[in-house]
């Protein structure tokens, strides 16, 4: 029961055109049909037609005749009728691919205005000055370390920068092992004898 109420509620697909199309190909097949007929019928009255003169009877084979050439004129109408009727279907069917056209240049139309809506020509303007001042802030920072660093200096960043690209462990320089040089012991008390006045006068 369900899927016989959810059939009834969906929508039907086909189309008044579609519907139109139907009608004209059967009306377009009937035809051809009926065209059929008069042909296979047209030769039984000429083959008919024949045998009468044969048996002189000369007058129902003219009356045949007369006959037969109305109905070439209906096969020709027949005819007719048949290539309007395919030329029409050919119409709708064309016009149907038209609107489908137009349906979608809509489309692309409503988005394009959706983008535009999103993206203004103020905040294109707003992000072009923002990526030309970080240009040309990275230029100022490269141009001062370009005059800070040294050659050997350069030489040392660019083979870290290779390092890391290929995804290297970078060897740090090691610390120094050597002990700090030691203080000359005449700088030592002189120094010593400065600060104990100092705390002597703190004292009192």
């Given at each position: 029961m369900g899927n016989v109420f959810g059939r009834q509620g969906r929508r039907s697909r086909v189309t008044e055109q579609d519907r139109a199309i139907?009608?004209?190909?059967?009306?377009?097949?009937?035809?051809?049909?009926?065209?059929?007929?008069?042909?296979?019928?047209?030769?039984?009255?000429?083959?008919?037609?024949?045998?009468?003169?044969?048996?002189?009877?000369?007058?129902?084979?003219l009356l045949l005749l007369k006959k037969k050439r109305y109905q070439d004129r209906l096969l020709d109408k027949t005819e007719i009728q048949i290539a309007n009727l395919e030329r029409m279907v050919q119409d709708i069917e064309f016009i149907q691919i038209e609107v489908k056209v137009i349906e979608g240049l809509k489309a692309g139309n409503d988005c394009l205005k959706q983008m535009h809506e999103v993206m203004s020509i103020e905040e294109v303007e707003r992000i072009l000055e923002e990526t030309q001042e970080a240009i040309e802030y990275q230029k100022q920072i490269d141009e001062l370390l370009a005059g800070s660093l040294t050659l050997e200096d350069e030489d040392a960043v660019l083979a870290e920068l290779e390092a890391i690209t290929q995804g290297e462990d970078i060897t740090l320089p090691e610390l120094p092992t050597d002990p700090l040089p030691a203080v000359p012991t005449g700088e030592t008390g002189r120094k010593e004898a400065q600060i104990k006045p100092e705390r002597e006068m703190l004292a009192a």
């Open positions: 139907l009608q004209l190909k059967q009306q377009r097949d009937k035809l051809k049909q009926y065209q059929k007929k008069i042909t296979l019928q047209l030769e039984k009255e000429r083959r008919l037609a024949k045998l009468l003169l044969e048996d002189g009877k000369k007058e129902r084979a």
